[in-house]
């Protein structure tokens, strides 16, 4: 079966627009042609600096007939409804068959519609694709025309089955051409099918896949780098991105010059990827940064990159110079004496400065140390100078070098060890795979810190929608969690309820991945008194193994019965059954059973959730389930004497109590 | 081909370049300014229906980027070439590389390529997309395609491209220390400017009068708008409004404005931009009527 071939040649596209653009341009095309009947066997788009391509394989020559019956109106209807049938349909009376149905005759219309030629289908439906085509960011650029492309559209290759589809889209007709790289190629290339096209791009120097890009490029700079005696430090992002800014990638090894050598290597680093897209490279036995660097050039240059190396040099010695100077300047100032200048940056117009948010952070990471036997000086100390280096000029440059130049200038100024690491690590975990920090003087103020924001957030009414988190609340609340769970801190979450409930969600997710039951963990948290996470997560722990067991599916069986039956009575009374069981009123021994069962198991619940023996508590919950199940066998609960069936009531209404200890079962699922 | 190896030449050559292509060479603005953009042969000419298409040499001002002639490469005042072409060509980018070829930057050399960098200028309402350019790794050009200038939507479009000379001349120059540059083949660029990048660093700075500069502020803005009432006259509001943003970026440089009043005051200047925008496109050459039929 005939394939199709088509490639949007532009100037160049941004890297990070690539590959959404080729999945959107295959996900409408494949709408596109299935909502026309079609089937292929295959389909892929490619997209690269200067190209969109979308090869289809095995796509029909023919659009399949059609055949349609549309049922219509009562033989016997108003003429305006047969009329309006005849409208839609585009069909005379007589072409109507009538139809004998439970309801009367109707009107039913046999519609047929021939399949077009796949090429005629293509040529419409394309434009209607490109039209369609969501680009993040998109321009005009042809005077009287308002369609837009993400950059100056220039060509389309178009052909089904080797011939042309013949369409045009601002004002461009498809054509048979192409061209190929922009310097290591000349003049135009004819196509007209699939491997043809990436064999002759191929040879002009330009590589379709984005993965064969990278490929060649992570090769590149693997092999680069060994014969140097050095590795590549791993960087998937910068991968993606020079994937997209080379047609023939091309990887050169540059070097760093001696002098820029005792700069911190995260500020070479950062320098590197951000301005200038270079691979840090690193000796592999120290895992310490080299004075090499990878470079991926779009060119194989005529003197064989001697140009493009000295001049990549040439322009980092700028860059490295202008962080080198930053971080000169910055260590002539005490972070000590940034504190202050931290009054002229504004945190949040509802909430203040960052200087009096450095207050807020200080005030209650000393409380935080004290809780958790942390040293409080030190920990007011890092609180105090975490965010004096956003006045630093490195930072200034590198926002994401927040907390660790910090360390290094506390450092320098010969703070305290953990003092320096806690301002470094009160940022994190910064997310998911990111580590939390364990010493306890970071600990103390990276909980001070994600607790201020989120209690300033929520009271400024700033709080996550749906779809926006401006303020990474999530993710600090999740870091809270995170660092009160991995490090087993008993620390009460001293919290309103609006924002304990988004703790409750966020640990719901947390904890999702793990295989816990969010419903468990809603029936621990709506008992309403439970604070402590790590307390609260041993409880939701032991209650999923306890409900995994037979007397815990059972009891839980139980309490359900238990609590219906209660909810109906209690409507119909209108009243909540919370007296005590009077015993003289028991007469079955099923009822005395589970009443003895009860008074026991209660008596011994409540000084094991003391201990915070959950799996003891457990246990004797465990004890419930018998007498429990005897008691729906064998009891009536609404008898005909008042007295007696209150007292049953009140029965299982201790029972609730007595489970309500552990959970609000009533939570529970299942 | 031969490398354009003075500052001048480098100059002269981007001239006979453009204005090979047709361009108009204009001359610089005689007003103080922070881009080249900021010329009215690009920000007003950039709007409206006639076609434009002119090429200049414009000094810029960026006060704090003053280093006192101590950075080898930032510097509060420099040139900027700017090549304004409406509407976009369709070659663009090829009369652009064509540029780079006669400065002596041969691309089977060298690794030139277009990386996104969408252009904005808050101050002037104006937004655009397009790239820097990159020769080995280094931005030598910004190439935006206007989408729209104070507020108002571009039609046609027209492609600018803005060469920093300084760091170009470097480059072709292999030069590490602005100062260095060979200005002709008797002077260096810092026997011409390196006095000034220090005295005007410390005026920057240090010395200029906030207080005058305020007022400066005030008197630019009372005088654009009351040049836009009545009887408007759009070019010479138009110079009121680059005088503002330029008293604007010297308070920046003198520390007096904070955060919240800088987001104010670039608000003010985007609104004398617009309104100025809006009165050139009644004026004569700003609108379209043709002369015949």
Redesign the interface.
Known sequence: MPDLLLELFS??I???MQAGAARDLERLMVGALTDRGYLFEGIKAFAG?RRLTLAIAGLPARQKDVREELKGPKTDAPQAALDGFLRKTGLTRDKLKVEKTLKGDVYMAVIERAGRETVHVLAQIIPEVMAKLPWP????????LSVRW???L?SILCTFDGELVPFSFAGISSGLHTRGH??LSQGKIEAKRFDDYAQKLKAAHVVLEADERAAIIFEGVKQAAFVHGLEMIPDEGLLAEVSG??EWPVVYIGTIQDEFMDVPAEILQTSMRTH???FSLREPKTGRMANRFG?V???I???GG???V???E?????RL??AK?FWDEDRKHSLASRVKKLE???FH?KLGTQYERVERIEKSAAEIAAKIGADVEMARRAARLCKADLTSGVVGEFPELQGVMGRYYAMHDEENAAVADAIRDHYKPVGPSDAVPTDKVAISVALADKLDALTGFFAAGEKPTGSGDPFALRRAALGVIRIVLENKLRLPLIVDADLLSFFADRLKVALKEKGTRHDLIDAIFSLGHEDDLVRLVARVEALQTFLKTDDGANLLAGYKRASNILKIEEKKDGKIFISEVNESLLSESAEKALLSTLTKARAAIAPLLEKEDFAGAMKQMAALRVPVDAFFDGVKVNVDDRQVRENRLNLLAALRVTLHQVADFSRIEG | MAKASTFQDLILTLQNYWAAQGCLILQPYDDQMGAGTFHPATTLRALGPRPWNAAFVQPSRRPSDGRYGENPNRLQHYYQYQVILKPAPENAQELYLGSIRAIGLDPDVHDIRFVEDDWESPTLGAAGLGWEVWCDGMEITQFTYFQQVGGIECDPVCTEITYGLERLAMYVQDVEFVYDLKFNNQFRYGEVFHQAEQEFSVYNFERADTEILFQHFEDAEKQCRELLTGKRLALPAYDQCIKASHAFNLLDARGVISVTERAAYIGRVRALAQACCEAWLESPMGEYKPRFG
């Not at chain 1, 040439?314 to 700028?318: D, E, I, P, S």
């Open positions: 100037e160049e941004p890297a990070r600096p960011k998109s321009m005009r650029w042809k005077p009287g993400v950059r100056p220039h922009r310097f800014l080379a200038q897209k270079y470079l050039a779009n060119m240059a005529t003197d001697k140009e493009i000295a001049g990549n040439r322009v980092l010695r700028a110079s202008d100077f002229g940056i504004v117009a």
